[in-house]
Nanobody, 115 residues
Framework: QVQLVESGGGLVQPGGSLRLSCAAS????????MGWYRQAPGKQRELVAT???????NYTDSVKGRFTISRDAAKNTVYLQMNSLSPEDTATYYC?????????WGKGTLVTVSS
């Protein structure tokens, strides 16, 4: 049974940094796309960033220049380096890994940006 386990969330002051990690356990197979999504209270889940097999990345406009997505394909692990955090980044962050057969989701890790 495949599980995605996120870590690295927490409370950080505005302007601070956090690094999220998401590791897949079990036999997930060949992952085509890895990504991070977030959902703030009262809002819909939104795409934050994705990274494809070839290494190409995509970011939502609000995080460009502040967040960096990366991966260790051999370990089926994806990372999200978040810098210059603002209160607007407060949300539960979800990891996603897509194979040809299925789209897997983690349970989420809470990021709170507050002074």
């Amino acid at each position: 049974q495949v599980q995605l386990v996120e870590s690295g969330g927490g409370l950080v002051q505005p302007g601070g940094s956090l690094r999220l990690s998401c590791a897949a356990s079990g036999s997930i197979g060949s992952v085509n796309v890895m990504g991070w999504y977030r959902q703030a209270p009262g809002k819909q889940r939104e795409l934050v960033a994705t990274i494809h097999n070839g290494g190409s990345t995509n970011y939502t406009d609000s995080v460009k220049g502040r967040f960096t997505i990366s991966r260790d394909a051999a370990k089926n692990t994806v990372y999200l380096q978040m810098n210059s955090l603002s209160p607007e980044d407060t949300a539960t962050y979800y990891c996603n890994q897509q194979t040809r057969i299925w789209s897997y989701w983690g349970k989420g890790t809470l990021v709170t940006v507050s002074s």
